[in-house]
């Protein structure tokens, strides 16, 4: 069985290949604002390293958010055209992916845009402040798995940057979601009350 995985959700994208139960490779580039123009040469290209072609893909993860407004939205929109080829197709939380293979009840954690962080405490995805955060954790010793840079209310706290592509970790996350976008928080295009 072949199965591959995307995710665009935050700067650095990734795509990971799956065969036979085995994770055999991935790609990873961090140009967030060409994500569009490189997910499927990049795919194709390691496709092409093990010898495979697109249409013998079993099936597919994407991961859907939280991360950038556009990275999500790029991200279910492959898994949706994926989908339109007959391909079976699975969502995932990026915060869930990212706490794949974690600690118990460790917390993950992502830069979220405004001064704040998106994070998975529990079963909640929280968009919220550092210092809010850090108030909620104060009494844990959670371990906090991280993306990107953890700002100062956070770097008390036991912590892990994790390396690992998001892609190669959504391949093994157990969850299934649709393929809708999970922003966590209402996107800064949403229009106000009343109208125009």
Same mark, same amino acid.
């Given at each position: 069985?072949?199965?591959?995985? =995307?995710? @665009?959700?935050?700067?650095?994208?990734?795509?990971?290949?799956?065969?036979?139960? %085995?994770?055999?490779?991935?790609?990873?580039? +961090?140009?967030?604002?060409?994500?569009?123009?490189?997910? /499927?040469?990049?795919?194709? #290209?390691?496709?092409? $390293?093990? +010898? @495979?072609?697109?249409? !013998?893909?079993?099936?597919?993860?994407? $991961? $859907?958010?939280?991360?950038?407004?556009?990275?999500?939205?790029?991200?279910?929109?492959?898994?949706?055209?994926?989908?339109?080829?007959?391909?079976?197709? *699975?969502? =995932?939380?990026?915060? #869930?992916?990212?706490?794949?293979?974690?600690?118990?009840?460790?917390?993950?954690?992502?830069?979220?845009?405004?001064?704040?962080? /998106?994070?998975?405490?529990? +079963?909640?995805?929280?968009?919220?402040?550092?210092? !809010?955060?850090?108030?909620?954790?104060?009494?844990?010793? *959670?371990?906090?798995? /991280?993306?990107? %840079?953890?700002?100062?209310?956070?770097? $008390?706290?036991?912590? =892990?940057?994790?390396?690992?592509?998001?892609?190669?970790?959504? @391949?093994?996350?157990?969850?299934?979601?649709?393929?809708?976008?999970? /922003?966590?928080?209402?996107?800064?295009?949403?229009?106000?009350?009343?109208? @125009?």
């Amino acid at each position: 069985m072949v199965k591959v995985a =995307v995710d @665009l959700t935050l700067p650095e994208g990734s795509v990971a290949l799956e065969v036979n139960g %085995e994770v055999v490779g991935c790609r990873c580039w +961090n140009r967030p604002r060409l994500h569009a123009e490189i997910v /499927y040469a990049e795919l194709l #290209s390691l496709l092409k $390293t093990f +010898n @495979l072609s697109p249409q !013998e893909i079993d099936e597919c993860t994407v $991961t $859907t958010g939280p991360g950038s407004f556009t990275g999500v939205r790029l991200s279910v929109t492959v898994g949706k055209a994926f989908k339109a080829c007959g391909v079976k197709v *699975r969502g =995932v939380s990026t915060l #869930s992916a990212l706490l794949t293979g974690a600690p118990e009840g460790a917390v993950a954690v992502i830069p979220a845009m405004r001064g704040k962080v /998106y994070a998975r405490v529990g +079963n909640r995805e929280l968009d919220i402040s550092p210092q !809010e955060l850090a108030a909620q954790l104060e009494k844990s010793q *959670r371990p906090l798995i /991280y993306k990107g %840079e953890l700002p100062p209310p956070l770097q $008390t706290f036991p912590c =892990v940057k994790d390396l690992t592509p998001l892609a190669v970790k959504a @391949l093994l996350t157990a969850e299934s979601l649709p393929l809708t976008p999970n /922003y966590v928080r209402d996107h800064d295009a949403k229009p106000q009350a009343g109208g @125009l």
